[in-house]
Protein backbone atom coordinates (compact mmCIF):
# COMPACT_ATOMS: atom_id res chain seq x y z
CA UNK A 1 0.00 0.00 0.00
CA UNK A 2 0.97 3.39 -0.78
CA UNK A 3 2.53 5.21 2.76
CA UNK A 4 1.55 8.57 3.70
CA UNK A 5 2.54 11.33 1.10
CA UNK A 6 3.70 14.78 2.15
CA UNK A 7 5.26 18.25 0.91
CA UNK A 8 7.23 19.46 0.26
CA UNK A 9 10.36 17.92 2.00
CA UNK A 10 12.00 21.16 2.19
CA UNK A 11 11.40 24.82 2.69
CA UNK A 12 13.13 27.46 3.20
CA UNK A 13 11.64 30.90 4.11
CA UNK A 14 12.27 34.28 5.79
CA UNK A 15 10.38 35.18 9.37
CA UNK A 16 6.78 36.86 9.15
CA UNK A 17 6.53 34.85 6.19
CA UNK A 18 4.10 32.02 5.32
CA UNK A 19 4.23 28.68 4.52
CA UNK A 20 1.62 25.41 3.74
CA UNK A 21 2.26 21.81 4.30
CA UNK A 22 0.04 19.39 2.47
CA UNK A 23 -0.57 15.59 3.32
CA UNK A 24 -2.02 12.73 1.94
CA UNK A 25 -2.65 9.94 4.45
CA UNK A 26 -3.09 6.15 3.70
CA UNK A 27 -5.86 5.26 2.17
CA UNK A 28 -9.14 4.29 4.35
CA UNK A 29 -7.25 5.62 6.94
CA UNK A 30 -9.42 7.55 9.30
CA UNK A 31 -7.47 9.83 11.50
CA UNK A 32 -4.93 11.69 10.83
CA UNK A 33 -2.21 13.47 13.08
CA UNK A 34 0.75 16.31 12.42
CA UNK A 35 3.70 16.76 14.97
CA UNK A 36 6.58 19.51 15.26
CA UNK A 37 9.84 17.61 15.76
CA UNK A 38 12.23 20.50 16.64
CA UNK A 39 16.42 19.41 16.54
CA UNK A 40 16.99 17.01 19.17
CA UNK A 41 13.44 16.11 20.62
CA UNK A 42 10.55 13.80 20.28
CA UNK A 43 7.52 14.77 17.99
CA UNK A 44 5.11 17.14 19.60
CA UNK A 45 1.67 16.87 18.46
CA UNK A 46 0.02 19.84 17.09
CA UNK A 47 -3.33 18.68 15.70
CA UNK A 48 -5.82 15.62 15.26
CA UNK A 49 -8.35 14.51 12.96
CA UNK A 50 -11.14 11.80 13.16
CA UNK A 51 -12.63 11.95 9.25
CA UNK A 52 -12.89 15.56 9.11
CA UNK A 53 -13.14 16.83 12.39
CA UNK A 54 -10.80 17.92 15.20
CA UNK A 55 -9.80 15.68 17.74
CA UNK A 56 -7.35 17.60 20.01
CA UNK A 57 -5.78 20.78 18.90
CA UNK A 58 -4.72 22.05 22.41
CA UNK A 59 -1.24 22.32 21.88
CA UNK A 60 -1.56 23.87 18.29
CA UNK A 61 -1.01 27.60 18.68
CA UNK A 62 -4.04 29.31 17.33
CA UNK A 63 -2.71 32.65 16.49
CA UNK A 64 0.33 31.67 13.79
CA UNK A 65 -1.07 27.77 13.24
CA UNK A 66 -4.28 26.73 11.09
CA UNK A 67 -5.16 23.13 9.55
CA UNK A 68 -7.96 21.67 8.01
CA UNK A 69 -9.04 18.31 6.32
CA UNK A 70 -11.76 18.79 3.85
CA UNK A 71 -13.30 15.81 2.94
CA UNK A 72 -11.88 13.95 5.31
CA UNK A 73 -8.69 12.61 3.36
CA UNK A 74 -5.72 15.21 2.63
CA UNK A 75 -5.19 17.62 5.30
CA UNK A 76 -3.34 21.01 4.82
CA UNK A 77 -0.87 22.70 8.24
CA UNK A 78 -0.79 26.57 7.50
CA UNK A 79 1.93 28.60 9.52
CA UNK A 80 1.34 32.43 9.18
CA UNK A 81 3.52 34.57 9.94
CA UNK A 82 6.45 32.11 10.63
CA UNK A 83 9.10 32.90 13.75
CA UNK A 84 12.23 31.55 14.26
CA UNK A 85 11.23 28.95 16.53
CA UNK A 86 8.90 27.33 14.31
CA UNK A 87 11.79 26.07 12.17
CA UNK A 88 11.35 21.91 12.32
CA UNK A 89 10.10 18.93 10.71
CA UNK A 90 6.79 18.50 10.32
CA UNK A 91 5.34 15.31 10.76
CA UNK A 92 2.37 13.94 9.82
CA UNK A 93 0.85 10.26 10.12
CA UNK A 94 -2.48 8.39 9.78
CA UNK A 95 -3.56 5.36 11.94
CA UNK A 96 -6.55 3.22 10.94
CA UNK A 97 -9.16 4.21 14.02
CA UNK A 98 -8.18 7.02 17.13
CA UNK A 99 -11.17 4.96 18.56
CA UNK A 100 -9.57 5.19 22.08
CA UNK A 101 -8.27 1.02 22.01
CA UNK A 102 -5.37 1.30 23.87
CA UNK A 103 -2.04 -0.09 22.23
CA UNK A 104 -4.37 -0.96 18.99
CA UNK A 105 -3.42 2.45 17.09
CA UNK A 106 0.07 2.04 15.15
CA UNK A 107 0.33 5.43 13.89
CA UNK A 108 1.97 5.69 10.02
CA UNK A 109 4.29 8.32 9.60
CA UNK A 110 5.33 10.39 6.30
CA UNK A 111 8.82 11.05 5.71
CA UNK A 112 8.18 15.36 6.79
CA UNK A 113 8.41 18.48 5.90
CA UNK A 114 11.54 20.47 7.02
CA UNK A 115 10.93 23.99 7.85
CA UNK A 116 13.70 26.73 8.15
CA UNK A 117 12.73 30.09 9.23
CA UNK A 118 15.69 33.07 8.41
CA UNK B 1 -0.31 14.75 31.38
CA UNK B 2 2.11 11.99 30.68
CA UNK B 3 6.03 12.43 30.13
CA UNK B 4 8.11 9.92 28.77
CA UNK B 5 11.67 10.17 29.44
CA UNK B 6 14.78 8.00 27.26
CA UNK B 7 17.65 6.70 28.25
CA UNK B 8 20.54 7.35 27.07
CA UNK B 9 20.18 10.46 25.37
CA UNK B 10 22.63 8.67 23.12
CA UNK B 11 24.60 6.03 22.24
CA UNK B 12 27.94 4.93 20.20
CA UNK B 13 28.72 1.39 19.99
CA UNK B 14 31.04 -1.21 17.95
CA UNK B 15 29.69 -3.20 15.61
CA UNK B 16 28.84 -6.43 17.00
CA UNK B 17 28.14 -5.23 20.51
CA UNK B 18 24.37 -5.48 22.61
CA UNK B 19 23.06 -2.52 23.59
CA UNK B 20 20.14 -1.31 25.87
CA UNK B 21 17.59 1.89 25.66
CA UNK B 22 15.38 2.65 28.52
CA UNK B 23 12.27 4.36 28.28
CA UNK B 24 10.65 5.29 31.50
CA UNK B 25 6.93 7.34 31.91
CA UNK B 26 5.63 9.27 34.72
CA UNK B 27 2.44 7.55 34.62
CA UNK B 28 1.01 4.03 34.07
CA UNK B 29 1.72 2.91 30.82
CA UNK B 30 -0.68 1.26 28.60
CA UNK B 31 0.22 0.74 24.71
CA UNK B 32 3.84 1.14 24.42
CA UNK B 33 4.82 2.00 20.91
CA UNK B 34 8.85 2.04 19.69
CA UNK B 35 9.61 3.73 17.03
CA UNK B 36 13.00 4.81 14.48
CA UNK B 37 13.87 7.35 12.79
CA UNK B 38 16.75 7.54 10.33
CA UNK B 39 18.25 11.59 10.18
CA UNK B 40 15.81 13.57 8.24
CA UNK B 41 13.27 10.86 7.28
CA UNK B 42 9.71 9.52 9.08
CA UNK B 43 9.58 7.21 11.69
CA UNK B 44 9.05 3.40 11.38
CA UNK B 45 7.01 1.57 13.43
CA UNK B 46 8.80 -1.07 15.49
CA UNK B 47 7.18 -2.90 17.90
CA UNK B 48 4.12 -1.85 20.27
CA UNK B 49 3.68 -3.71 23.94
CA UNK B 50 0.45 -3.32 26.30
CA UNK B 51 0.79 -5.71 28.70
CA UNK B 52 3.00 -5.81 32.17
CA UNK B 53 6.03 -8.37 31.38
CA UNK B 54 5.15 -8.66 27.76
CA UNK B 55 8.40 -9.06 25.23
CA UNK B 56 8.25 -8.67 22.07
CA UNK B 57 11.20 -9.66 19.36
CA UNK B 58 12.12 -8.88 15.60
CA UNK B 59 14.75 -9.97 13.96
CA UNK B 60 17.51 -8.77 16.66
CA UNK B 61 15.69 -6.10 18.17
CA UNK B 62 13.52 -7.20 21.77
CA UNK B 63 11.50 -5.06 23.84
CA UNK B 64 9.97 -5.18 26.91
CA UNK B 65 7.27 -3.48 29.41
CA UNK B 66 8.14 -4.25 33.05
CA UNK B 67 5.77 -5.81 35.42
CA UNK B 68 4.48 -2.67 36.77
CA UNK B 69 3.89 -0.84 33.28
CA UNK B 70 5.96 2.22 33.77
CA UNK B 71 9.13 1.31 31.98
CA UNK B 72 9.73 -0.14 28.56
CA UNK B 73 13.65 -0.92 27.54
CA UNK B 74 14.38 -2.00 23.97
CA UNK B 75 17.63 -4.42 23.62
CA UNK B 76 19.63 -4.52 20.37
CA UNK B 77 21.44 -8.44 19.76
CA UNK B 78 24.90 -7.64 18.12
CA UNK B 79 24.46 -4.35 16.25
CA UNK B 80 25.01 -3.50 12.99
CA UNK B 81 25.51 -0.18 11.00
CA UNK B 82 21.73 -0.68 9.82
CA UNK B 83 20.52 -0.03 13.23
CA UNK B 84 22.08 3.61 13.59
CA UNK B 85 19.28 5.60 13.97
CA UNK B 86 17.07 7.62 16.67
CA UNK B 87 14.96 5.43 18.62
CA UNK B 88 11.86 7.24 20.14
CA UNK B 89 9.38 5.25 22.68
CA UNK B 90 5.55 6.51 22.46
CA UNK B 91 3.09 6.14 24.71
CA UNK B 92 -1.07 6.25 23.72
CA UNK B 93 -2.16 6.66 27.27
CA UNK B 94 -4.87 4.42 27.36
CA UNK B 95 -7.92 6.44 26.66
CA UNK B 96 -6.38 9.37 24.28
CA UNK B 97 -7.96 8.12 21.01
CA UNK B 98 -5.07 7.06 19.51
CA UNK B 99 -2.60 9.78 19.98
CA UNK B 100 0.76 9.40 20.98
CA UNK B 101 3.26 11.18 22.94
CA UNK B 102 7.18 10.65 22.79
CA UNK B 103 10.10 11.01 24.78
CA UNK B 104 13.08 12.64 23.43
CA UNK B 105 14.93 9.64 21.49
CA UNK B 106 18.02 8.13 21.84
CA UNK B 107 20.90 8.61 19.24
CA UNK B 108 22.52 5.48 17.87
CA UNK B 109 25.56 5.33 16.42
CA UNK B 110 27.11 2.07 15.66
CA UNK B 111 30.59 1.77 14.18
CA UNK B 112 32.01 -1.08 12.07
Given at each position: EAGVAQSPRYKIIEKRQSVAFWCNPISGHATLYWYQQILGQGPKLLIQFQNNG????????KDRFSAERLKGVDSTLKI???????SAVYLCASS?????????NVLTFGAGSRLTVL | SQELEQSPQSLIVQEGKNLTINCTSSKTLYGLYWYKQKYGEGLIFLMMLQKGGEEKSHEKITAKLDEKKQQSSLHITA??????GIYLCGA??????GKLTFGQGTILTVHP
Open positions: VVDDSQLPQPAKLEDFTGSGISGA | SQPSHADGGTSY
